[in-house]
T-cell receptor, first 113, second 114 residues
Framework: ETGVTQSPTHLIKTRGQQVTLRCSSQ?????VSWYQQALGQGPQFIFQ???????GRGNFPPRFSGLQFPNYSSELNVNALELDDSALYLC????????????FGSGTQLSVL | AQSVTQLGSHVSVSEGALVLLRCNYS??????LFWYVQYPNQGLQLLLK??????LVKGINGFEAEFKKSETSFHLTKPSAHMSDAAEYFC????????????FGKGTRLSVIA
């Protein structure tokens, strides 16, 4: 049990729709990272938020966006869903300067039909 | 840029046999290296990490890994496989500074045969 919770656990959407995924960080952690894990692949870094500001981004288009709130919880928003967006989305939290100590949630499984 | 290569997408061992999962890394700066395990329908759990201290790192569940700079390797081993070790294993690398993101390998699925 890492203390990082994600919701929902599963989600089915249609191509072109928009989706919001949520993550609650472990207590005391002010940094949140989001990863996309496609079937049969390793997780890929989407972006990271630190103190409510985006603090690094991977090779993902602008339709992937995020928010971090004052309580350090976070959202991942994906617009104009594509079939290839089907994946497990993982949230991980860490404390300041401790990026090597990531705590992962169980993920949200998104299916785009 | 940093990357890791996991050799073998699927490894099968008998219960009680040695587990060896291979990982080679590429990094232009001193790396931090990690092994994570993922059970079906779950997130990632940290097994162990190398952060420039001892080159032989011991982790949870009897796993260990040795950092070999000359071979750019960080292979994961366990002397005796247990049925509960069946899972997906990911090697990951990051720079040894601040909140830099992890770069993961594609994973190795470990099967344990009774």
């Amino acid at each position: 049990e890492t203390g990082v919770t994600q919701s929902p656990t599963h989600l089915i959407k249609t191509r072109g729709q928009q989706v919001t995924l949520r993550c609650s960080s472990q207590s005391g952690h002010n940094t949140v990272s989001w990863y996309q894990q496609a079937l049969g692949q390793g997780p890929q870094f989407i972006f990271q938020y630190y103190r409510e500001e985006e603090n690094g981004r991977g090779n993902f288009p602008p339709r992937f966006s995020g928010l971090q709130f004052p309580n350090y919880s976070s959202e991942l928003n994906v617009n104009a869903l594509e079939l290839d967006d089907s994946a497990l989305y993982l949230c991980a939290s860490s404390s300041e300067g401790q990026g090597e100590k990531l705590f992962f949630g169980s993920g949200t499984q998104l299916s785009v039909l | 840029a940093q990357s890791v290569t996991q050799l073998g997408s699927h490894v099968s061992v008998s219960e009680g046999a040695l587990v060896l999962l291979r990982c080679n890394y590429s990094s232009s700066v001193p790396p931090y290296l990690f092994w994570y395990v993922q059970y079906p329908n779950q997130g990632l759990q940290l097994l162990l990490k190398y952060t420039s201290a001892a080159t032989l790192v011991k982790g949870i569940n009897g796993f260990e890994a040795e950092f070999k700079k000359s071979e750019t390797s960080f292979h994961l081993t366990k002397p005796s496989a247990h049925m509960s070790d069946a899972a997906e294993y990911f090697c990951a690398v990051t720079r040894n500074s601040g909140n830099t993101p992890l770069v993961f390998g594609k994973g190795t699925r470990l099967s344990v045969i009774a």
